[in-house]
């Protein structure tokens, strides 16, 4: 660690404390290498006979993995893409999923992901002009007929959840989840291939391949969850997906020791999921397992059968750990090397819970949040588990980014612990959406001569560089002047105040349909068993500031999750629709 403070300005922009925490050297040799992701994964490849990917009882070595990226690129200029096509693909964390990434960097061509309802999907392959498909074999014939009449489709590739799988290997419990996916009617005739085929179409190809290098051309198209508005879709090159990477990477493995990478259930429609979860453990020197089949509610056996040194958790799968019971109290979870959340906020009494947990089972590392969104390529910041955690304590910025705090709507750059919107400019943000009018309100030039993306979310830095993340859009109440319904800090009033009864609280605000442009907190509880919401609402109370009181308070039996986060938006529309 760098220990000479920086002197400040006052403007974290051009104080940048935050490096004080890199070792020089570290920063001295750091540069964004200008690669393809292929070229990237070779350059950092371990050696060809080297197992690259563990999935479900099959060892892929690197050797096989080129080879099989190599062979998929035969296969689609076979199938008739090329440079500047989109590539529609609906494949969970399979094998497939990155021989196709790697692919379609080969010809020029970009992956289109979407995970939302199947009307949202056609709608984002009829944008995209696409007429070839690829999606698991579980598609229903139903499914199939909405592409074609929806949009441009013509053929859909299946690759079956098995292929690259040793059957004999499989628990019981994968089997099942993979089976339950499939329908009555599958997608069946001569508008469905297999894998294969491709494949075997691939090996009678004669023409060129390759097109032209370009890392700056789209390769990876991806939609937001939509969270805070409708999805977008955000577009990255190899250049920026390298960008963020690069940044997280000098976090390898040593020659003494090569850790385990565990994926589970997240799907690769995910920019994380990609870059930081995907890219990074193969490009670390990291065994990646690929887990896509897990069913949510089973994180917990694949954890114990697995024993993962990193495993990407999200607040979904860490509460569902300790809601299942599964876990003997005996269990060493010793070996997890680092803990952490990201996905969503994580507030102080989610946090003591998971630390309690974990220490209870023998694991040491100390559990921290993350921050990232898509259009950053991923994570912004790194862990600062030296630092406080908790109340919103998302670690420092990557060290070749640039992270700052901008008054809400403008270009007019904050001072340390001044609340206003979380911006970054850096090597790993996005191309930009697919519409110049949502490309411009998130990436704008500021008078720096830099292009700073304007994330939407509200928080602040301290004097060493430290990050706050705290909620999502600014969110006024009426009657409050400067007052903002920030979620997270709202949260940890009452976590902290360890209410007796609570076991678990988050607030939905939803727009204040009398009074245009401001919003209304509701609360929702889990209680202990024979609590109810009298028995706590004047302790809630106490807790919270006039403009941060409830409109009322709702007590469910857990939290609810739905696309790996808290069910918000499901809940506001509930209250939006509901006679309140």
Not at 98 to 120: F, H, M, P, V
Not at 227 to 251: C, E, R
Not at 432 to 459: E, M, N, P, S, V
């Given at each position: 660690?760098?220990?000479?403070?920086?002197?400040?300005?006052?403007?974290?922009?051009?104080?940048?404390?935050?490096?004080?925490?890199?070792?020089?050297?570290?920063?001295?040799?750091?540069?964004?290498?200008?690669?393809?992701?292929?070229?990237?994964?070779?350059?950092?490849?371990?050696?060809?006979?080297?197992?690259?990917?563990?999935?479900?009882?099959?060892?892929?070595?690197?050797?096989?993995?080129?080879?099989?990226?190599?062979?998929?690129?035969?296969?689609?200029?076979?199938?008739?893409?090329?440079?500047?096509?989109?590539?529609?693909?609906?494949?969970?964390?399979?094998?497939?999923?990155?021989?196709?990434?790697?692919?379609?960097?080969?010809?020029?061509?970009?992956?289109?992901?979407?995970?939302?309802?199947?009307?949202?999907?056609?709608?984002?392959?009829?944008?995209?002009?696409?007429?070839?498909?690829?999606?698991?074999?579980?598609?229903?014939?139903?499914?199939?007929?909405?592409?074609?009449?929806?949009?441009?489709?013509?053929?859909?590739?299946?690759?079956?959840?098995?292929?690259?799988?040793?059957?004999?290997?499989?628990?019981?419990?994968?089997?099942?989840?993979?089976?339950?996916?499939?329908?009555?009617?599958?997608?069946?005739?001569?508008?469905?291939?297999?894998?294969?085929?491709?494949?075997?179409?691939?090996?009678?190809?004669?023409?060129?391949?390759?097109?032209?290098?370009?890392?700056?051309?789209?390769?990876?198209?991806?939609?937001?969850?939509?969270?805070?508005?409708?999805?977008?879709?955000?577009?990255?090159?190899?250049?920026?997906?390298?960008?963020?990477?690069?940044?997280m990477n000098f976090y390898g493995a040593s020659d003494e020791f090569r850790p385990t990478w565990?994926?589970?259930?997240?799907?690769?429609?995910?920019?994380?999921?990609?870059?930081?979860?995907?890219?990074?453990?193969?490009?670390?020197?990291?065994?990646?397992?690929?887990?896509?089949?897990?069913?949510?509610?089973?994180?917990?056996?694949?954890?114990?059968?697995?024993?993962?040194?990193?495993?990407?958790?999200?607040?979904?799968?860490?509460?569902?750990?300790?809601?299942?019971?599964?876990?003997?109290?005996?269990?060493?979870?010793?070996?997890?090397?680092?803990?952490?959340?990201?996905?969503?906020?994580?507030?102080?009494?989610?946090?003591?819970?998971?630390?309690?947990?974990?220490?209870?089972?023998?694991?040491?590392?100390?559990?921290?949040?993350?921050?990232?969104?898509?259009?950053?390529?991923?994570?912004?910041?790194?862990?600062?588990?030296?630092?406080?955690?908790?109340?919103?304590?998302?670690?420092?910025?990557?060290?070749?980014?640039?992270?700052?705090?901008?008054?809400?709507?403008?270009?007019?750059?904050?001072?340390?612990?001044?609340?206003?919107?979380?911006?970054?400019?850096?090597?790993?943000?996005?191309?930009?959406?697919?519409?110049?009018?949502?490309?411009?309100?998130?990436?704008?030039?500021?008078?720096?001569?830099?292009?700073?993306?304007?994330?939407?979310?509200?928080?602040?830095?301290?004097?060493?560089?430290?990050?706050?993340?705290?909620?999502?859009?600014?969110?006024?109440?009426?009657?409050?002047?400067?007052?903002?319904?920030?979620?997270?800090?709202?949260?940890?009033?009452?976590?902290?105040?360890?209410?007796?009864?609570?076991?678990?609280?988050?607030?939905?605000?939803?727009?204040?349909?009398?009074?245009?442009?401001?919003?209304?907190?509701?609360?929702?509880?889990?209680?202990?068993?024979?609590?109810?919401?009298?028995?706590?609402?004047?302790?809630?109370?106490?807790?919270?500031?006039?403009?941060?009181?409830?409109?009322?308070?709702?007590?469910?039996?857990?939290?609810?999750?739905?696309?790996?986060?808290?069910?918000?938006?499901?809940?506001?529309?509930?209250?939006?629709?509901?006679?309140?």
């Amino acid at each position: 660690m760098n220990e000479s403070k920086p002197t400040q300005t006052g403007v974290p922009s051009a104080d940048r404390p935050w490096m004080q925490y890199y070792p020089p050297q570290l920063i001295e040799n750091l540069e964004i290498p200008e690669q393809t992701i292929g070229e990237y994964l070779r350059a950092h490849c371990p050696g060809d006979d080297v197992v690259a990917m563990h999935y479900y009882g099959n060892d892929i070595t690197w050797k096989q993995l080129f080879e099989q990226v190599d062979a998929t690129a035969r296969g689609l200029k076979a199938l008739g893409l090329g440079e500047g096509d989109a590539i529609p693909t609906f494949l969970r964390a399979v094998p497939e999923f990155i021989y196709l990434l790697l692919a379609a960097e080969k010809i020029g061509a970009s992956i289109l992901c979407r995970d939302n309802t199947l009307e949202e999907n056609v709608e984002a392959v009829r944008r995209s002009g696409a007429k070839v498909i690829f999606t698991q074999d579980y598609l229903s014939q139903r499914e199939l007929n909405s592409y074609r009449h929806g949009s441009e489709t013509q053929i859909a590739v299946l690759v079956s959840p098995y292929r690259s799988a040793h059957y004999a290997s499989m628990p019981a419990h994968i089997q099942k989840y993979i089976d339950s996916n499939y329908p009555d009617k599958p997608a069946y005739g001569g508008r469905t291939m297999s894998w294969d085929w491709i494949l075997e179409m691939g090996e009678k190809y004669t023409g060129q391949v390759e097109a032209p290098r370009d890392i700056d051309r789209p390769l990876f198209r991806a939609y937001t969850s939509g969270s805070t508005g409708p999805s977008k879709q955000v577009i990255h090159s190899a250049h920026t997906m390298i960008g963020n990477l690069h940044q997280m990477n000098f976090y390898g493995a040593s020659d003494e020791f090569r850790p385990t990478w565990l994926m589970t259930q997240l799907p690769p429609s995910l920019v994380a999921v990609v870059v930081a979860m995907m890219l990074l453990p193969l490009a670390s020197n990291k065994l990646l397992i690929l887990d896509p089949f897990c069913a949510p509610e089973d994180v917990d056996l694949e954890m114990m059968r697995y024993r993962p040194n990193c495993w990407p958790l999200i607040p979904m799968f860490i509460e569902t750990i300790m809601r299942n019971g599964r876990v003997p109290d005996d269990y060493d979870m010793s070996h997890l090397f680092s803990t952490g959340a990201g996905c969503e906020a994580f507030n102080n009494n989610q946090m003591k819970r998971a630390q309690k947990f974990l220490y209870d089972h023998n694991c040491k590392a100390q559990f921290t949040s993350g921050y990232g969104c898509s259009e950053a390529g991923s994570n912004l910041t790194l862990p600062m588990s030296s630092y406080p955690l908790g109340n919103g304590n998302v670690g420092i910025p990557m060290p070749l980014s640039v992270m700052s705090v901008f008054r809400p709507g403008t270009h007019e750059e904050l001072g340390y612990n001044e609340m206003g919107e979380i911006c970054v400019t850096g090597p790993g943000n996005m191309i930009g959406y697919d519409t110049a009018r949502a490309t411009a309100r998130a990436l704008q030039k500021h008078d720096d001569g830099r292009i700073w993306l304007h994330t939407g979310d509200i928080g602040y830095m301290n004097e060493d560089g430290v990050v706050y993340a705290l909620t999502r859009g600014s969110a006024p109440r009426f009657g409050f002047p400067g007052k903002e319904l920030a979620t997270l800090p709202m949260e940890n009033r009452l976590a902290d105040a360890e209410i007796e009864g609570i076991k678990d609280e988050f607030f939905v605000i939803i727009p204040d349909t009398e009074h245009n442009h401001h919003f209304l907190p509701y609360l929702y509880v889990v209680l202990e068993d024979g609590y109810t919401i009298d028995d706590i609402k004047d302790d809630v109370d106490a807790c919270l500031d006039d403009y941060m009181k409830p409109m009322d308070i709702f007590q469910l039996p857990e939290r609810p999750f739905f696309h790996f986060k808290t069910n918000r938006i499901g809940l506001t529309q509930e209250l939006i629709h509901s006679d309140l």
